[in-house]
């Protein structure tokens, strides 16, 4: 028997889903799949709530809820951690372009776009 808990975990509208595809790279532990063209959580046990996708959304089909499922499994999600960490592609800031190898980035949403922006250029953003 499957022991389960209430936790927070990603909850994906898939009304509001495109199907971008944005949100999987942000997801360290690969827990976000695109299936038929939509995002899904098809592996619970992968998705530890954190809610690093949901930034990067740009219709709002991503939130946090707080319901019963299986516990995060962090043995699961290490070798996926660590493949992603192996091939990922280094993301830029879209105000001066740093990558994200040099500076650490968070998602942002700018005049209807979803991107990132580097920890030096957020300040500006938010005093202007
Ligand atoms: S970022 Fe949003 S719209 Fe794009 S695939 Fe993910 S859930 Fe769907």
């Not at 990603?10 to 949100?23: A, H, P």
């Not at 999987?24 to 996708?53: T, Y």
């Not at 500076?103 to 938010?126: E, F, M």
Request: glycine content about 8%; charged content about 25%.
């Amino acid at each position: 028997m499957t022991t389960t808990v209430t936790r927070q975990i990603v909850r994906i509208d898939e009304e509001l889903c495109t199907g971008c595809g944005l949100c999987v790279s942000p997801c360290a532990e690969g827990a976000i799949v695109m299936v038929d063209g939509k995002a899904k959580v098809v592996r619970e046990e992968l998705c530890d709530g954190a809610g690093f996708c949901l930034g990067v959304c740009p219709t709002g089909a991503l939130t946090l809820e707080y319901r019963e499922t299986v516990p995060f499994d962090h043995d699961a999600a290490a070798p996926i951690i660590e493949e992603k960490k192996a091939h990922y592609i280094a993301q830029h800031c879209f105000n001066c372009g740093v990558s994200e190898d040099d500076r650490p980035l968070l998602p942002v949403r700018t005049k209807g776009d979803s991107t990132w922006v580097c920890t030096r250029c957020l300040p500006a953003l938010i005093h202007g």
